[in-house]
């Protein structure tokens, strides 16, 4: 049997790689005023939890492929519409909690996994997570030569467009990345809560960062940081996990904000 | 250089261009003018390969728009299209218009490149400074020293006195002067300003959808001309402007396109 302290650290360890590649993503997402799309997508996650539960399947398995849909679903309306992102996410939000609800609405009994995948629990963390969330972020590493790409079209799509980027390839690729990020850290810290991993850290790391290098960078220190900082507190504490972290992350915030009242930028040549 | 041959483009019902044909050779300096909704810009994307075409055929320094070399082009959007928020600062934005790529970091030999380029439009200073802490005038220059930072053929610009001062303005026309006589770049601008045209440009394309005039800029903006594009304002401020208040002289009246 694990004793309680090996399974701590498998928590923290799976937590410290979903932070890793969901403030690594969250960069873009944050600069590219994506932020609502976390949120969207968690609630896509629901429903395809929901689903899975209705199904009798394991609800990760087949809230993966729902979410990567909603994720293709939402570019592709994007493409084919001109409405602001935050409409055609909102529209997809809805559909999916509209699902969500009505699957659970079929399932015979209460099922403690919808509210898992809700408000997110530590305890639902096994071997099986650790392993995908560590796929995860070696998919991540993975992207990083894509980094310039990424940021250049983030910047400038046109100006990319002209050097020969394939925005609209790029923008699926990055949605159906974070779809996934989304899908893997639901278990962990909720849906509810979700979104927070994706937009606070790099949010945060925009305030004192005067290069994207550095954002990315200080973006992924934040994230890493704050859900090991945040599950050794919600451990002690006995507080729920997800809470925990994005208390934290908030904590982290308000230093940066600090520090660029007082005019810290790195780095420093500006 | 350039060879556009009865470009067509269409917005559903509506006809952006409708069989425009005209060419350019090297070294010229073209104004593309018109009013509103006239299909400059989209001109302009169509040139870039930012913009599907209905028919005709687009030959820009000897390639399609599909395979465009982007490396001998040098690109100025309209400043009102840019992301401040983006936290970089002038020279990485220079560095990213000769990598095409965003800059991770960048090694001295490139950092002194992209200085160099921003020496040459007046702002060597600047080049540690962020984008969001630059002017609107200052930012324009910045994106002219990254387009000229990778020593293009050609250089393309979008409306790029939008948003400037009469100073600024003027300063940016002297380095495109210096650019096209001195370096020998062909230029190709979109304006409403066709008085600023009339003085800097040595060829204009009059755009109403269709191609009213093309040629050397005094005879294809001639007042005549003018009218036809422009409607009757045209010819109001043909006559005694002084080039020095262009946009108190120089904006003619547009009806929403
Ligand atoms: N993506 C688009 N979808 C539909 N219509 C478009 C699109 N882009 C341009 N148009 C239409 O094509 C016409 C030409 O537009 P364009 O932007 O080329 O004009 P312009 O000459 O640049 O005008 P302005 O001086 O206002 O910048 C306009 O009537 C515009 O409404
Ligand atoms: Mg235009």
């Known amino acids: 049997m694990d004793s309680m302290l090996a399974i701590f650290l498998r928590i923290v360890a799976c937590g410290m790689l979903i932070g890793f590649s969901a403030s690594y993503y969250g960069a873009f997402v944050v600069q590219r005023g994506m932020s609502f799309l976390g949120n969207g997508l968690a609630h896509a996650a629901f429903g395809g939890v929901a689903l899975g539960i209705l199904l009798g399947q394991e609800p990760l398995y087949v809230a993966l492929p729902f979410t990567v849909l909603a994720a293709l679903g939402i570019n592709w309306l994007r493409e084919h519409t001109k409405l602001a992102a935050d409409s055609v996410i909102g529209l997809f939000f809805a559909l999916s909690m509209a699902l969500g609800i009505i699957f659970l609405s079929r399932v015979p009994t209460y099922s403690q996994d919808a509210m898992t995948y809700l408000f997110g629990s530590l305890l639902s963390v096994g071997v099986t997570e650790l392993w995908i969330s560590a796929a995860l972020a070696v998919l991540t590493v993975a992207t990083f030569p894509l980094w310039p790409r990424w940021a250049y079209s983030t910047f400038d799509r046109e100006s990319a467009r002209i050097d020969g980027q394939r925005i609209r390839r790029e923008d699926y690729l990055l949605s159906v990345l974070i779809a996934v990020n989304v899908v893997v850290a639901a278990k962990l810290v909720g849906i509810v809560l979700l979104s927070a991993f994706l937009v606070i850290p790099a949010a945060a790391a925009r305030l004192v960062s005067a290069s994207f290098a550095m954002m990315t960078t200080l973006s992924v220190g934040i994230g890493v940081f704050s859900v090991a900082a945040g599950f050794a507190i919600s451990y002690q504490a006995d507080l729920p996990s997800g809470a925990c972290v994005v208390l934290t992350q908030i904590l982290l915030f308000a230093l940066m904000f600090a520090l660029n009242k007082g005019g810290i930028k790195w780095p420093r040549e500006i | ?257």
């Not at chain 2, 009865?6 to 019902?13: A, D, I, M, Q």
Request: charge should be negative; include cysteine; aromatic fraction near 4%.
């Open chain 2, 1 to 257: 250089m350039l060879k556009v041959e009865s470009l067509t483009v269409r917005f559903g019902k509506l006809t952006a261009l409708d069989n425009v044909s005209f060419a350019l050779q090297g070294g010229e300096f073209l104004a593309v003018v018109g009013p509103n909704g006239s299909g400059k810009s989209t001109l302009l994307k169509c040139l870039l390969g930012l913009q599907r075409i209905d028919s005709g055929s687009i030959s820009l320094l000897g390639h399609s728009p599909e395979d465009l070399p982007s490396s001998r082009i040098g690109y100025v959007p309209q400043v009102k299209t840019l992301d401040r928020s983006f936290p970089a600062s002038s020279c990485e934005l220079v560095v990213s218009g000769l990598r095409r790529r965003w800059p991770w970091r960048i090694p001295p030999a490139e950092h002194e490149r992209a200085e160099a380029a921003l020496r040459q439009v007046g702002i060597g200073h600047l080049s540690h400074r962020a984008l969001s802490a630059l002017s609107g005038g200052e930012l324009q220059r910045v994106y002219l020293a990254r387009a000229l930072a990778r020593e293009p053929e050609v250089l393309v610009l979008d409306e790029p006195a939008t948003g400037i001062d009469a100073t600024a303005e003027q300063d940016m026309y002297d380095i495109l002067d210096r650019v096209n006589r001195e370096m020998g770049v062909t230029i190709i601008m979109v304006t409403h300003d066709w008085l600023a045209a009339r003085h800097h440009c040595s060829h204009a394309l009059l755009l109403k959808n269709v191609l009213i005039a093309s040629g050397p800029s005094l005879p294809a903006l001639n007042d005549a001309n003018m009218a036809l594009a422009f409607g009757h304002a045209g010819h109001d401020h043909a006559h005694g402007h002084s080039h020095s208040h262009p946009h108190e002289s120089g904006q003619p009246e547009q009806p929403d396109g």
